[in-house]
């Protein structure tokens, strides 16, 4: 569950956008589900009139009432809201378990009020699923107690943190955000970035950006070889340099190439995801000299060499086998050995790889088990350089190959031998995700589960999809695979392959 904390001056206005249409025509059927009072009481009634379709005076008044009473007392920003969200795979809740949530949740940020102070008044609101696909309610609360005493809140975003915690342990929900234990954190899209996805049909560029970064990352030997690999995969890629020096890089931005005379929409690498800063990055060769910006610049794009269909086949069945082999090998390694922070890492870096072979275009369970996968991997904002690890240089090796074969194409021989790589990539997923539960890194391990169940289907019906130049899903749905143009493998043929 996702919390999300914002501040306002106008109970009527933010009762006016939930009961409105919303932004992207996804506000459907609002209505209460928990509230400071009887919620038939509370509720706004529907009626036409002089255009409006609910009555949200009285509402609105009986929410402010206590800011009215608190006067020159009062907050300033005294409309808290909150949206508690739940990942797209978590599902939809009925109404009657969202009271309960919002009335758990309300209590322990202490707005309930206790023997010693009144409480707060407050509504829980629920209109359809968001933009994204995300089932949602929305808190409301006014700052000011029954009696008119003002309530100022200190470190409230984090305890909405904690309390989101505690209602995932309460209610059975599934832990999704490593960011909440520490991790580096992973920015969020932004409205204008999904509604533009929408119009175009296209995964956001903020999302490709970061799928193409990482897989540039899988096996690079050093930052150099990195930024070519960047440059090779068509990216546009800027250097920002210290102000004191201007030849020294301390971080950088990424964009893909417009089309026709369109300006490019530029990333800096902490923006696509906190493990893809520089100075995260940097960790991975912690005893090299970072290249300087003249070296950044004439870095060469990594043109990778075309290899015939034989070839690259020949170079997927020694990925598999390799593969094979080191998932056997993870099963002998314990959860406390400190090669796993570096396995964790290049095992995100390396399904990025596979998903760039077998989704181009960003779309697809492959992706998005790689997208889960990176968050399950995510080191501690202030971990140091991981520990090396000679499985975790294999895993590079295999990253390294994956490249030079390049996207797949179609044919039923290829999409066969395609499948055994992610058959084995699927259970190094599987691996990396009950090591995060034994080490009780619960909110690792459910992103690590999470991008093994992207993966299950594939493998249960026998099937890998190569991707075809066809219209993509609207932005923020799960794309059925019954949808897209794919290429489908009998099992036998698996079979055969893996033999």
């Given at each position: 569950?996702?919390?999300?904390?914002?501040?306002?001056?106008?109970?009527?206005?933010?009762?006016?956008?939930?009961?409105?249409?919303?932004?992207?025509?996804?506000?459907?059927?609002?209505?209460?589900?928990?509230?400071?009072?009887?919620?038939?009481?509370?509720?706004?009634?529907?009626?036409?009139?002089?255009?409006?379709?609910?009555?949200?005076?009285?509402?609105?008044?009986?929410?402010?009432?206590?800011?009215?009473?608190?006067?020159?007392?009062?907050?300033?920003?005294?409309?808290?809201?909150?949206?508690?969200?739940?990942?797209?795979?978590?599902?939809?809740?009925?109404?009657?378990?969202?009271?309960?949530?919002?009335?758990?949740?309300?209590?322990?940020?202490?707005?309930?009020?206790?023997?010693?102070?009144?409480?707060?008044?407050?509504?829980?609101?629920?209109?359809?699923?968001?933009?994204?696909?995300?089932?949602?309610?929305?808190?409301?609360?006014?700052?000011?107690?029954?009696?008119?005493?003002?309530?100022?809140?200190?470190?409230?975003?984090?305890?909405?943190?904690?309390?989101?915690?505690?209602?995932?342990?309460?209610?059975?929900?599934?832990?999704?955000?490593?960011?909440?234990?520490?991790?580096?954190?992973?920015?969020?899209?932004?409205?204008?970035?999904?509604?533009?996805?929408?119009?175009?049909?296209?995964?956001?560029?903020?999302?490709?950006?970061?799928?193409?970064?990482?897989?540039?990352?899988?096996?690079?030997?050093?930052?150099?070889?990195?930024?070519?690999?960047?440059?090779?995969?068509?990216?546009?890629?800027?250097?920002?340099?210290?102000?004191?020096?201007?030849?020294?890089?301390?971080?950088?931005?990424?964009?893909?190439?417009?089309?026709?005379?369109?300006?490019?929409?530029?990333?800096?690498?902490?923006?696509?995801?906190?493990?893809?800063?520089?100075?995260?990055?940097?960790?991975?060769?912690?005893?090299?000299?970072?290249?300087?910006?003249?070296?950044?610049?004439?870095?060469?794009?990594?043109?990778?060499?075309?290899?015939?269909?034989?070839?690259?086949?020949?170079?997927?069945?020694?990925?598999?086998?390799?593969?094979?082999?080191?998932?056997?090998?993870?099963?002998?390694?314990?959860?406390?050995?400190?090669?796993?922070?570096?396995?964790?890492?290049?095992?995100?870096?390396?399904?990025?790889?596979?998903a760039a072979a077998t989704e181009p275009?960003?779309?697809?369970?492959?992706?998005?088990?790689?997208?889960?996968?990176?968050?399950?991997?995510?080191?501690?904002?202030?971990?140091?350089?991981?520990?090396?690890?000679?499985?975790?240089?294999?895993?590079?090796?295999?990253?390294?190959?994956?490249?030079?074969?390049?996207?797949?194409?179609?044919?039923?021989?290829?999409?066969?031998?395609?499948?055994?790589?992610?058959?084995?990539?699927?259970?190094?997923?599987?691996?990396?995700?009950?090591?995060?539960?034994?080490?009780?890194?619960?909110?690792?391990?459910?992103?690590?589960?999470?991008?093994?169940?992207?993966?299950?289907p594939l493998l249960a019906q026998g099937s890998v999809h190569?991707?075809?130049?066809?219209?993509?899903?609207?932005?923020?749905?799960?794309?059925?695979?019954?949808?897209?143009?794919?290429?489908?493998?009998?099992?036998?043929?698996?079979?055969?392959?893996?033999?």
């Open positions: 569950m996702i919390p999300k904390v914002t501040y306002g001056a106008r109970v009527r206005g933010l009762l006016e956008y939930l009961w409105g249409p919303g932004k992207a025509e996804e506000h459907v059927n609002p209505h209460l589900v928990a509230g400071y009072d009887d919620v038939a009481l509370l509720a706004p009634e529907r009626h036409e009139r002089d255009g409006e379709r609910w009555s949200l005076d009285e509402l609105a008044a009986r929410l402010e009432a206590p800011q009215i009473a608190a006067g020159e007392r009062g907050v300033a920003q005294y409309v808290w809201q909150c949206s508690l969200s739940l990942p797209a795979q978590e599902g939809q809740l009925d109404d009657a378990t969202w009271g309960r949530i919002a009335a758990r949740f309300v209590a322990e940020m202490g707005f309930t009020g206790d023997a010693e102070r009144a409480g707060c008044r407050w509504v829980a609101v629920r209109h359809g699923l968001s933009a994204k696909g995300n089932d949602h309610v929305h808190l409301v609360v006014t700052l000011a107690t029954e009696d008119g005493a003002p309530v100022w809140l200190r470190q409230d975003k984090r305890r909405s943190q904690q309390v989101a915690d505690l209602i995932e342990d309460e209610f059975g929900l599934g832990k999704w955000t490593p960011g909440r234990a520490g991790v580096t954190r992973r920015p969020e899209l932004t409205r204008p970035e999904v509604d533009r996805a929408r119009r175009s049909g296209q995964a956001p560029d903020r999302e490709l950006l970061r799928r193409q970064v990482r897989a540039a990352l899988a096996g690079a030997s050093s930052e150099s070889e990195r930024v070519a690999r960047m440059k090779g995969a068509g990216l546009l890629v800027g250097a920002r340099t210290a102000a004191t020096d201007r030849d020294q890089v301390v971080g950088y931005a990424v964009a893909l190439r417009p089309a026709g005379a369109g300006a490019p929409r530029w990333f800096a690498g902490r923006s696509l995801d906190g493990d893809l800063s520089l100075t995260q990055v940097r960790k991975r060769w912690p005893d090299a000299q970072p290249p300087s910006a003249g070296q950044w610049k004439a870095a060469d794009s990594a043109e990778s060499p075309t290899l015939r269909g034989e070839d690259r086949m020949a170079v997927w069945r020694s990925s598999t086998a390799a593969l094979e082999a080191i998932s056997a090998r993870l099963a002998a390694v314990a959860p406390g050995s400190p090669q796993w922070p570096a396995v964790a890492r290049a095992s995100a870096d390396l399904l990025a790889r596979v275009s960003g779309r697809g369970p492959v992706t998005r088990a790689a997208d889960a996968l990176a968050r399950a991997a995510a080191p501690p904002r202030h971990a140091s350089a991981p520990a090396a690890s000679t499985l975790a240089a294999e895993l590079g090796r295999v990253a390294d190959a994956l490249m030079v074969t390049g996207p797949a194409r179609d044919g039923g021989e290829a999409a066969a031998v395609l499948l055994a790589v992610v058959v084995q990539a699927a259970r190094v997923v599987v691996a990396l995700a009950e090591l995060r539960a034994a080490e009780q890194q619960a909110h690792a391990a459910g992103a690590a589960a999470r991008a093994a169940a992207h993966l299950m190569v991707e075809r130049d066809v219209p993509g899903p609207r932005v923020g749905q799960e794309e059925p695979d019954a949808t897209r143009a794919r290429v489908r493998v009998d099992p036998a043929v698996d079979q055969q392959t893996q033999r």
